[in-house]
């Protein structure tokens, strides 16, 4: 059973960072793309980045590059989002998802049906 566990969020002033945390189970992490999407108070989702398997090839969404950082730990399996130079409008809810096929990296930014399984998501708050 996939299971995605985010952690790290939490309330930040402008220009703070934080690192999100996903740890996986109940799959090989390895042989998996990854992503962080996030969704603000009454909006939609927004696809902010996703690694490739080997954790070379990156995407990021306009509105994050430069900012945020996607990694991963084979070893732990574990992924993280270093955010810095934090905004207000980056207050959301954020998640980590799966991609649904092994060995693959989606077109970017991917629909939902790319990354069917999500965690239940932590709370980041940028605010002063």
């Known amino acids: 059973q996939v299971q995605l566990v985010e952690s790290g969020g939490g309330l930040v002033q402008p220009g703070g960072s934080l690192r999100l945390s996903c740890a996986a189970s109940?799959?090989?992490?390895?042989?998996?793309?990854m992503s962080w999407v996030r969704q603000a108070p009454g909006k939609g989702l927004e696809w902010l980045s996703q690694?490739?398997?080997?954790?070379?090839?990156?995407k990021y969404a306009d509105s994050v590059k430069g900012r945020f950082t996607i990694s991963r730990d084979d070893a732990k399996n574990t992924l993280y989002l270093q955010m810095n130079s934090l905004k207000p409008d980056d207050t959301a809810v954020y998640y980590c998802a799966k991609f649904r096929i092994p060995g693959g990296f989606p077109r970017f930014p991917p629909s939902s049906a790319d990354y069917p399984n999500r965690g239940q998501g932590t709370q980041v708050t940028v605010s002063s």
């Open positions: 109940g799959f090989t992490f390895t042989n998996y793309a």
């Open positions: 690694i490739d398997t080997y954790g070379v090839r990156t």
